[in-house]
């Protein structure tokens, strides 16, 4: 389980981005929604430990995560907003390249946690095909593989549906729902209907303060 505690974060030009957020978040898909500028982002980078917060804590089942930061990423995944690729990289051979990096050297096992990824997140038919041409969605996806080499068991999924259209959004979203099965997920975005399609628990975000936290159908239907 994850634990939050009192997480407060200012930029350097003073802007409050994070003020006192607490949340437990248990395993499964947890919905962080919230309007733009809320602070999701900024809650995310401190989760996948990019941005060190001003105060406040954070726990990962026994990883006290702003003292150690290292054990927390080799158990993370982290799907950023907005992330970049390499061009004429296709998925297969990107993938491969994060497989070693991530310390799977040996070439069998790296070729079956490859190909096993690529076949989840429907991308199998364009392996070869390089990435700069692929769809948003099939973006998003190649985004959820990536995050997914080495098996974490913490994924941060930030605003994964943004721009998608309504097809590619659904396939998106019953992809994150398996991966939920097994870890613990957190998903931010601003569309309710993300949240209540996908998510057990939920919590809403608003001018770095958490103002609700509960289930979705609780907390929608007030909305
Ligand atoms: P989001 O869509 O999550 O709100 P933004 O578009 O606000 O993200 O931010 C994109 C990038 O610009 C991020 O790296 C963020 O840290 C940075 N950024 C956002 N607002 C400011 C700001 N007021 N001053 C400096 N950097 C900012
Ligand atoms: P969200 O992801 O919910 O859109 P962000 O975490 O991107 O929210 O931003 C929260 C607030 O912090 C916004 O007011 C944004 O402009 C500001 N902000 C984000 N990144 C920076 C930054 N690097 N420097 C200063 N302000 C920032």
Not at 83 to 94: C, L, Q
Not at 96 to 121: C, F, I, S, Y
Not at 212 to 221: C, H, K, V, Y
Request: aromatic fraction near 4%; charged fraction near 20%.
């Amino acid at each position: 389980m994850l634990s939050i505690a009192s997480l407060t974060h200012v930029y350097p030009n003073g802007t409050r981005a994070l003020d006192g957020v607490s949340l437990e978040i248990p395993p499964g898909l947890y919905g962080l929604l919230g309007p733009n500028g809320a602070g999701k982002s900024t809650l995310m980078r401190c989760l996948a430990t990019l941005q060190v917060p001003t105060s406040g804590a954070i726990r990962f089942a026994d990883i006290d995560v702003l003292a150690e930061p290292q054990r927390l990423r080799a158990k993370l995944g982290y799907l950023p907003q907005d992330f970049g690729v390499y061009p004429r990289v296709s998925a297969y051979e990107m993938l491969d390249h994060l497989a070693v990096l991530k310390g799977l050297v040996a070439a069998g096992p790296r070729r079956e946690t490859v190909e096993a990824l690529l076949n989840q997140v429907n991308l199998w038919d364009v392996r070869k095909k390089a990435i700069a041409g692929f769809s948003g969605g099939m973006r998003q996806r190649f985004g959820i593989a990536q995050a997914m080499i080495g098996n974490p068991t913490l994924m941060i999924v930030d605003e994964p549906t943004a721009g998608l259209d309504p097809e590619e959004r659904n396939r998106f979203n019953n992809l994150l729902a398996e991966v939920g099965e097994t870890k613990v997920v957190i998903l931010s975005t601003h569309i309710v209907e993300d949240v209540a399609d996908l998510c057990s628990r939920m919590a809403i975000l608003v001018d770095g303060r958490i103002v609700s936290a509960g289930t979705p159908g609780a907390l929608i239907d007030g909305l």
